[in-house]
Structures are given as structure tokens and as C-alpha cells.
């Protein structure tokens, strides 16, 4: 339970592969702003996507962490024991009929986007030319029955009819003025997979109690949907703080799937906790290049 004016932080890292010491950076935000509040951070392991995130990796990621260091407060919450909840909001979503269906392809998507001569890329993806949005009742119970494999959009025009374009509070830039539509209909259940990273982030920030959602800035595009999932829901709306990242000599955001050194192979080669600690915070003096 989290008591009123309390700070509940949270690290959410996605177990897909090793850690590095950008999400050490990450971590360490969580824990010194729930720190210096005299609050709890929390940790939960956002592994909803099940063909790339792997048990041996959440091992991996505990080692790092004691290696590290890094305590967490409370439970640890593990998103793939939580579909239900997950379920359960969908079918909330469903029945104010800000949902649907979508049968497309991403292909067809392409070919869409390519034929009203949109660019294909927000930030956050491409935008979603709203094609399912309109679909006959009676055509979507045909593919329904039919079997076709399909997603579940939201329908953020309708949401922000409903919610208008409330406000959050980001902490490095100020109060920000929330446009549902930004992004366009985004998937909430993907056809692989019975939710999406935005319906799981709001639904367990709420239901661990966060008030204070510390992340890297690369996820502050994303807090318009999340502040809009949240008023459709009725869910509280925490604050939010979006980190700087750490960039490479190359000035290139340290990734995972660019190999960016593990902090398990740095262990490995013989560099200790303290050494990476002291290469972290030459990066913060040097604007965030990091190099060990
Ligand atoms: N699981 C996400 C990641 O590892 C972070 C999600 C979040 O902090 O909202 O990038």
C-alpha cells in the first residue's frame, strides 16, 4: 500500500538479453529518488514478451544487481504471472468501445501508408492509418469468425473525447500537456501476445502504488499514451522523471541489441562494482559519453 505524499519509484527492466550499464544508470535513478524521499523503490520485471525474454536472463539480471549492489524494496512484481489483470483491463476498454480489432498486416500497414503518402515513422513506430478503425460490424464478424489473426487497437480519437488532453508532471521538463492522438491507435494486444508494453506499464505502475515513474528519456513520447491509458481507466497518475541516456565514443545510445557491453562480461573480464561505478560517473561528467 502506498501512503499518502509517499515517493514509490520503480526499475523495470525487459529480461531480453544482459544488462549494461545503462540500465545500471536507470536503476540508480529509481533508487536515489526514492532515496532522498525518504521512500520505496520497487522492481519488476517487464517480461510480457516471452520469445525473447527468458528466464536465464532474469538470472543473470538478479546477479548483476547484487553484484551492483542494488537493493530493492517490497515484492518483486514479474509481468508474465499477470495477464489476467492485463485481461481484465481490455475488457474494460472493450465495453467503453474504445477498442477494435485490427486484421492488418504490417505489409498492408506499409502499403497504406505508402498510398496516403505518410511517412512511416512517429518516434514511437509508425502511425497507424486508422483502416480497421471503420470496418462494418458485420465485415469484422466475418474475419472474427473466419479466424483471422487480429490486434487490438485503441481508438485515441474516441479517448480523447472522452478524457480531453489532461496534464502530467515531468520533473526535468515541466508540466506537460497530454495529446491522446499523438501517436495514432496503438496496439494493445498484439496478435502474438494478449497485451502491449503501454497497457502492462499503466496497469502494474498502478497497482504497485508507483507515484514517482523514473525512466530513460528515450520512453517520454510514450507517457502521452500511458496519461491517456490512465484517464480512460480511472488509474492515478504518478509524476514522471525521464533520465538523459548514456551514448557511446560514437555519441550513439548505448543499446542491447548493438552489442553494447554486458555489465556480466565486464564482471567476467575482471572489472569490479567499483570500477564500474567510477566509469559511470566519469560518464555523467563527460555529458553522458561512456566508455570503460
Ligand atoms: N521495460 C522497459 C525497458 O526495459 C522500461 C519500461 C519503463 O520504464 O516504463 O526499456
Given at each position: 500500500m502506498t501512503l499518502p505524499n509517499e515517493i514509490v519509484t520503480r526499475f523495470a527492466p525487459s529480461?531480453?538479453?544482459?544488462?549494461?550499464?545503462?540500465?545500471?544508470?536507470?536503476?540508480?535513478?529509481?533508487?536515489?529518488?526514492?532515496?532522498?524521499?525518504?521512500?520505496?523503490?520497487?522492481l519488476r520485471i517487464e517480461d510480457i514478451d516471452q520469445?525473447?525474454?527468458?528466464?536465464?536472463?532474469?538470472?543473470?539480471?538478479?546477479?548483476?544487481?547484487?553484484?551492483?549492489?542494488?537493493?530493492?524494496?517490497?515484492?518483486?512484481?514479474?509481468?508474465?504471472?499477470?495477464?489476467?489483470?492485463?485481461?481484465?483491463a481490455l475488457r474494460r476498454l472493450r465495453e467503453m468501445g474504445v477498442l477494435y480489432p485490427c486484421f492488418c498486416t504490417r505489409g498492408e500497414i506499409k502499403a497504406q501508408l505508402a498510398e496516403i503518402g505518410r511517412a512511416p515513422h512517429s518516434s514511437l513506430g509508425y502511425l497507424y492509418p486508422g483502416t480497421c478503425r471503420t470496418l462494418p460490424p458485420e465485415q469484422v464478424a466475418e474475419k472474427m469468425a473466419a479466424g483471422i489473426p487480429h490486434a487490438w487497437r485503441i481508438n485515441m480519437q474516441r479517448v480523447q473525447e472522452l478524457i480531453g488532453c489532461p496534464y502530467w508532471e515531468d520533473m526535468r521538463r515541466g508540466v506537460q500537456r497530454c495529446v491522446p492522438t499523438a501517436y495514432g491507435d496503438v496496439v494493445l494486444a498484439r496478435k502474438d501476445m494478449p497485451t502491449s508494453y503501454h497497457l502492462s506499464v499503466v496497469i502494474d505502475d498502478a497497482e504497485q502504488g508507483v507515484t514517482l515513474v523514473s525512466r530513460g528519456e528515450d520512453l517520454f513520447e510514450a507517457t502521452h499514451i500511458h496519461r491517456a491509458l490512465q484517464g480512460v481507466l480511472?488509474?492515478?497518475?504518478?509524476?514522471?522523471?525521464?533520465?538523459?541516456?548514456?551514448?557511446?565514443?560514437?555519441?550513439?545510445?548505448l543499446a542491447k541489441r548493438d552489442g553494447a557491453r554486458s555489465l556480466a562480461s565486464l564482471r567476467e573480464a575482471g572489472y569490479t562494482a567499483t570500477m564500474i561505478y567510477k566509469s559511470l560517473s566519469a560518464a555523467l561528467a563527460n555529458g553522458g559519453i561512456w566508455h570503460i
Open positions: 529480461p531480453s538479453g544482459p544488462m549494461h550499464v545503462g540500465h545500471l544508470l536507470a536503476a540508480l535513478h529509481a533508487r536515489q529518488l526514492a532515496d532522498v524521499n525518504g521512500g520505496r523503490c520497487l520469445r525473447s525474454c527468458s528466464p536465464e536472463w532474469v538470472e543473470l539480471m538478479h546477479r548483476d544487481l547484487e553484484w551492483l549492489g542494488l537493493r530493492f524494496d517490497g515484492e518483486v512484481m514479474v509481468q508474465s504471472a499477470r495477464y489476467a489483470a492485463y485481461q481484465d480511472g488509474l492515478p497518475i504518478p509524476r514522471y522523471y525521464h533520465h538523459s541516456l548514456l551514448r557511446d565514443n560514437a555519441g550513439k545510445r
